[in-house]
């Protein structure tokens, strides 16, 4: 989704202000969002890619003024309410109203060490790696408008596979509720005037993770 | 609960917007909790182990460690996940985790253009400015310019590497050891790892500075 989110080379959003001694959070209720996100994750609600394409579905302007733990407020609300795990009516009485939805699992507290480590998204290998390090490639000009992990800025260019770093589920898929489709994720590199043009500097390479589906050969 | 009574002193410290979304948070969790889906003692202990446990104090004993023995830096170059699994952490660490040496010629920094992914079971939470968009939108095209906002340079010639974590794979860079710190033990090197050295941001203290 070319959504505003997708924020990498942008210009205009000014300087990076650090915070002095910054607290874990910086209100209860902040805490408070992070774990009822990530317990409704835990209990199988939607996939960590599902959860990523919630978020950018926020409207730009909301996006760009609700702070962090605003926004995974907001997202949380949508989607237990597109997924008809709560009514916005409960949300808006602030207690259930009616009877819930049978989920794939329970979190309990004795679970909780589980959450604090990320899952994991290796998988078997289907077919070989296409490409092997070293080889030039091209980023495809893709513009899907749902869920991507292939950033703007970096469509279209010319890079060198530095890694390949094994077989991933595949957000473009799980994102939108289909197979996780394990693909080849390669670390590409590119030289910052192949991304930004020749003002950029010249000392700088610039990598991201890049799926299989993401690349072709360089011509 | 606990909580409720952390929830009432925001509402007296912080302005409206702030009261709104603790609001539509509890109001998310009554219901939640009420339907059955999650547990609050769940949330509780989650947040808990956030706010106790889990922080850049890790990787920073992950980096003292490969500053003081060449055979575990070999290890966590090679296989960041299981090196680091090797001391015996609080929490596992998850797969994919990969460690990225700064040296004289090149300095490298982690971000997460698209959202906020960061290795966080080595540096716990992202702070907000990494989270921010001027972090996000800079990073990838003007590092020179971000250090600077964080006090640092750079000499002109050093080359920067941007890593933009776009998948699971996670990255935590490694800094150079401080210059007279021959002969530190792991400890004492280990305060002198900051947070933002290990995203790259910055550069490791100097032994003056923890003197």
Known sequence: ?219 | MAHDHEHDDDHHQHGSELSEMQLRVRALETVLAEKGYIDPAALDAMIEAHETKIGPHIGAHIVAKAWTDPAFKRALIEDATKAAQSLGLINRVGDHLIAVENTPKLHNMIVCTLCSCYPWEVLGLPPVWYKSAPYRSRAVNDPRGVLADFGVTLPAETQIRVWDSTAETRFLVLPMRPAGTEGWGEEKLAALVTRDSMIGTSLPKSPGEVA
């Open chain 1, 1 to 219: 989704m070319d959504g505003i989110h997708d924020m990498g080379g942008m210009h205009g959003f000014g300087k990076v202000e650090p915070e002095e001694n910054e607290p874990v959070f910086h209100a209860a209720w902040e805490g408070r969002c992070l774990a009822l996100n990530r317990a409704m994750g835990a209990i199988g609600a939607w996939t960590i890619d599902e959860g990523r394409a919630g978020i950018e579905a926020l409207p730009p302007d909301v996006y760009l003024s609700s702070s962090y733990y605003g926004k995974w407020a907001l997202r949380l609300e949508n989607m237990v309410v597109a997924r008809g795990l709560a009514g916005a009516d409960e949300l808006a009485a602030g207690h259930a109203l009616h009877a819930a939805k049978q989920m794939k699992r329970k979190l309990t507290v004795a679970d909780v060490p589980r959450t604090l480590t990320r899952g994991s998204f290796g998988r078997e290998a289907l077919a070989p790696a296409r490409f092997k390090t070293g080889d030039r490639v091209r980023t495809k000009n893709i513009h899907p408008a749902t869920h991507t992990r292939l950033p703007r800025y970096a469509r279209g260019r010319i890079g060198e596979i530095e890694a390949i770093r094994g077989c991933h589920v595949f957000p473009d898929s799980t994102a939108i509720g289909g197979d996780e489709d394990p693909q080849w994720l390669y670390t590409v590199r590119f030289g910052a005037r192949e991304l930004f043009g020749d003002s950029a500097d010249p000392t700088l390479t610039v990598s991201i993770e890049a799926f299989e589906p993401y690349l072709e050969p360089a011509p």
